[in-house]
């Protein structure tokens, strides 16, 4: 027992020197936590923002098509045809929204019409969907700007603001709808205009064209049945086993896939947007690595002369190696700690008002068909990766006090 209780006390008593090393010199301590501050808070805030822009990219895409997994009949994938369509009843989407994590079903009928008003004509995506399960999911009930409430919706199109103004045409006024419906039924009608929705990208805003799930059964003749059933997580990392407990619930006949089947061109982009920010972060880590190090080198340059009379009046160098790296350990941690203290409240600010952006900026997220926002991530994923990454950083400087004190020469060994 006496060998482990005085190794104990050995470690506690250098814990204590290098805690009043540390404030013996404020202003050098200080400066090497707030080197260390800077560079967490810093790298915080881009790394809040490259998975912010990547959970808006993701929710974007996937929460206006596909779902994070969607479940369709074997084939439609490829054909997307109405005739690939498969049967859907309150079975089906009962048991699929028992699967753990899932937090919307909703179920759609998608085809392609031709819609005239007027002398104007103009091929547009329908879509059949279910009013309030389709609202849970996208939210589409706020871009309603006039015309019959969401929930009276019970017959009509709710048609895009863009969509409207090309066709010339406003609640109220009947549109003629002509397409090919199910197993190559013509599919006729006179659709009258229950509501306009608004949309802040131009693409959906121009092709917008939404129908009650009923009706757009009724219209193309395909009761009772559905092109796919989109499912949103609460959690877009567990796509992968959420897929597979909806197969196993599903049956045969259906196809699951995950976004990240369904859309290879967003899986790239999500990918080339990391790899910009790690080059990004690589070069912040190389200009923080070396101030952090300078600062180290600068500190003990001041200490050498400290360090020699410390071992000429009998301290190990091996003891006293210790102490520089617990000085730097605690530097580091008192750093970090700050550094993720500092960008919490920036950080989740930012998340709950994300910054509009303009000019040239907005035109090009518009594009890319996303809302013009620099949004930021508060996962806990990133305050603690980027502070554990500099903290690291800072333990590593320890290394050279350690071979200054190893190495340096007192007269006396």
Same mark, same amino acid.
């Given at each position: 027992?006496?060998? %482990?209780?005085?190794?104990?006390?050995?470690?506690g008593? +250098?814990?204590?020197?290098?805690?009043?090393?540390?404030?013996r010199?404020?202003?050098?301590?200080?400066?090497?936590?707030?080197?260390?501050?800077?560079?967490?808070?810093?790298?915080?805030?881009?790394?809040?923002?490259?998975?912010?822009?990547n959970?808006?990219?993701?929710?974007?895409?996937?929460?206006?098509?596909?779902?994070?997994?969607?479940?369709?009949?074997?084939?439609?994938?490829?054909?997307?045809?109405?005739?690939?369509?498969?049967?859907?009843d309150?079975?089906?989407l009962?048991?699929?929204?028992?699967?753990?994590?899932?937090?919307?079903?909703?179920?759609?009928?998608?085809?392609?019409?031709?819609i %005239?008003?007027g002398?104007?004509?103009?091929?547009?995506?329908?879509?059949?969907?279910?009013?309030?399960?389709?609202?849970?999911?996208?939210?589409?009930g706020?871009? +309603?700007?006039?015309?019959?409430?969401?929930?009276?919706?019970?017959?009509?199109a +709710?048609?895009?603001?863009?969509?409207?103004?090309m066709?010339?045409?406003?609640?109220?006024?009947?549109?003629?709808?002509?397409?090919?419906?199910?197993?190559?039924?013509?599919? %006729?009608?006179?659709i009258?205009?229950?509501?306009?929705?608004?949309?802040?990208?131009?693409?959906?805003?121009?092709?917008?064209?939404?129908?009650?799930?009923?009706?757009?059964q009724?219209?193309?003749?395909?009761?009772?049945?559905?092109?796919?059933?989109?499912?949103?997580?609460?959690?877009?990392?567990?796509?992968?086993?959420?897929?597979?407990?909806?197969?196993?619930?599903?049956?045969?006949?259906?196809?699951?896939m995950?976004?990240?089947e369904l859309?290879?061109?967003?899986?790239?982009?999500?990918?080339?947007?990391?790899?910009?920010?790690?080059?990004? +972060?690589l070069?912040l880590?190389?200009?923080?690595?070396?101030?952090?190090?300078?600062?180290?080198?600068?500190?003990?340059?001041?200490?050498?002369?400290?360090?020699?009379?410390?071992?000429?009046?009998?301290?190990?160098?091996?003891?006293?190696?210790?102490?520089?790296?617990?000085?730097?350990?605690?530097?580091?941690?008192?750093?970090?700690?700050?550094?993720?203290?500092?960008?919490?409240?920036?950080?989740?600010?930012?998340?709950?008002?994300?910054?509009?952006?303009?000019?040239e900026?907005?035109?090009?997220?518009?594009?890319?068909?996303?809302?013009?926002?620099?949004?930021?991530?508060?996962?806990?994923?990133?305050?603690?990766?980027?502070?554990?990454?500099?903290?690291?950083?800072?333990?590593?400087?320890?290394?050279y006090?350690?071979?200054?004190?190893?190495?340096?020469?007192?007269?006396?060994?």
């Amino acid at each position: 027992m006496a060998p %482990a209780v005085t190794a104990a006390a050995t470690r506690g008593l +250098l814990f204590r020197l290098a805690w009043r090393n540390l404030w013996r010199n404020p202003r050098r301590t200080l400066i090497a936590c707030a080197s260390i501050f800077f560079a967490v808070f810093l790298s915080v805030l881009i790394s809040s923002t490259q998975v912010g822009q990547n959970q808006l990219l993701i929710e974007t895409m996937v929460g206006f098509s596909t779902g994070h997994v969607q479940v369709h009949g074997t084939g439609y994938w490829e054909k997307r045809s109405l005739d690939e369509s498969m049967p859907v009843d309150s079975t089906l989407l009962a048991a699929t929204a028992a699967i753990p994590g899932v937090d919307h079903v909703v179920p759609r009928l998608e085809t392609v019409a031709l819609i %005239a008003h007027g002398t104007v004509t103009k091929v547009v995506p329908v879509f059949g969907v279910d009013p309030l399960r389709e609202d849970g999911m996208t939210g589409f009930g706020k871009r +309603l700007i006039r015309g019959t409430a969401l929930a009276a919706w019970t017959d009509g199109a +709710l048609v895009g603001a863009g969509l409207a103004r090309m066709l010339g045409a406003d609640v109220g006024d009947t549109l003629v709808l002509y397409g090919q419906g199910y197993q190559g039924v013509t599919a %006729a009608g006179l659709i009258r205009i229950a509501g306009i929705l608004a949309y802040p990208i131009p693409d959906m805003n121009n092709n917008a064209f939404f129908l009650t799930l009923t009706e757009a059964q009724r219209t193309f003749a395909a009761d009772g049945r559905v092109t796919s059933v989109a499912v949103m997580l609460a959690d877009q990392e567990k796509s992968d086993a959420a897929a597979a407990g909806i197969h196993a619930s599903v049956g045969s006949g259906r196809e699951v896939m995950t976004w990240r089947e369904l859309l290879p061109e967003l899986v790239q982009a999500v990918d080339a947007n990391n790899g910009g920010t790690v080059i990004m +972060l690589l070069i912040l880590y190389i200009v923080i690595g070396f101030g952090i190090f300078s600062t180290v080198v600068m500190m003990t340059t001041e200490r050498r002369k400290e360090f020699r009379m410390v071992v000429a009046l009998g301290m190990r160098r091996g003891r006293l190696a210790m102490v520089t790296v617990i000085e730097a350990v605690l530097i580091a941690l008192t750093g970090a700690a700050a550094g993720i203290i500092g960008a919490i409240p920036i950080v989740l600010w930012l998340h709950a008002h994300p910054i509009v952006l303009g000019g040239e900026y907005e035109k090009v997220m518009l594009a890319y068909g996303m809302e013009p926002i620099l949004p930021f991530s508060a996962d806990p994923l990133v305050f603690w990766s980027q502070a554990l990454i500099v903290g690291t950083l800072g333990i590593l400087s320890a290394v050279y006090p350690v071979i200054v004190v190893l190495r340096m020469n007192t007269g006396t060994k």
